[in-house]
């Protein structure tokens, strides 16, 4: 049974340019998050979304950020614009179900603005 | 609200001896709390979770974690440090409520095991 799947697991991008971040859940897990590590710090909650539903996006920022969760593929995670600040690692979880259930992490993809 | 606090931000000790990772917490009900590993570059990996049964929380590798109410603390232990525990290690406690299903996360305790 494979894990979270992410990918790319590293990405380089130019000031301005455009992030897509992919995330795959495990088999039979419909509830994804995503998570933000900024450099040596520990991660931040950005958003949870069900199939073609966003739950909750209270961590997102206002601007360029983005997610969905089509009802078929990965869940994307967009960020448009980027810049500096932007660098760093960017988790994705999975869950069955809501309850308190164990979110299962993937390996993380590692955005670099340059 | 719901918070954890990690009292230390580095440990080491010494290959064999035991280790001691302190977590306090703040919710305002009954948490699930869990411990999560991070190897350098690589993902999170569960060590345990606490969701109101046992308060002697027993994981992988040999770690285990005591909930403690009155202390409002979820230490992780482990009698004897192996080399290949040197990692960082995260206190988590779950929001769960309304629409929301998250996880807050403390700010992590490196740990160094030396030879």
């Known amino acids: 049974n494979a894990g979270v799947m992410q990918n790319p697991r590293h990405l380089v991008r130019r000031r301005g340019q455009e992030a897509r971040l992919r995330c795959s859940p495990m088999?039979?897990?419909?509830?994804v998050y995503w998570y933000r590590q900024l450099p040596e710090e520990g991660l931040k909650f950005m958003v949870y979304l069900q199939k073609e539903n966003i739950i909750d996006e209270s961590g997102m920022p206002k601007e360029r950020f983005s997610a969905e969760f089509p009802k078929e593929g990965p869940s994307i995670l967009r960020i448009q614009q980027v810049v500096r600040g932007d660098s760093a690692a960017y988790f994705c979880?999975?869950?069955?179900?809501?309850?308190?259930?164990?979110?299962?992490f993937g390996p993380g993809t590692r955005l670099l603005v340059l | 609200a719901q918070s954890v606090t990690q009292l230390d931000s580095h440990v080491s000790v010494s290959e064999g001896t035991p280790v001691l990772l302190r977590c306090n917490y703040s919710?305002?009900?009954?948490?699930?709390l869990f411990w999560y590993v991070q190897h350098p570059n690589k993902g999170l990996q569960l060590l345990l979770k606490?969701?109101?049964?046992?308060?002697l929380v027993k994981g992988i590798n040999g770690f285990e974690a005591e909930f403690k109410k009155s202390e409002t603390s979820f230490h992780l232990t482990k009698p004897s440090a192996h080399m290949s525990d040197a990692a960082e290690y995260f206190c988590v406690v779950s929001l769960y409520g309304g629409a929301t299903n998250k996880l807050i996360f403390g700010t992590g305790t490196l740990l160094a095991v030396q030879p």
């Open positions: 088999k039979g897990h419909s509830h």
């Open positions: 606490y969701t109101s049964a046992a308060t």
């Open positions: 919710s305002s009900y009954s948490p699930s």
């Open positions: 979880a999975s869950s069955p179900g809501r309850s308190q259930e164990t979110q299962y």
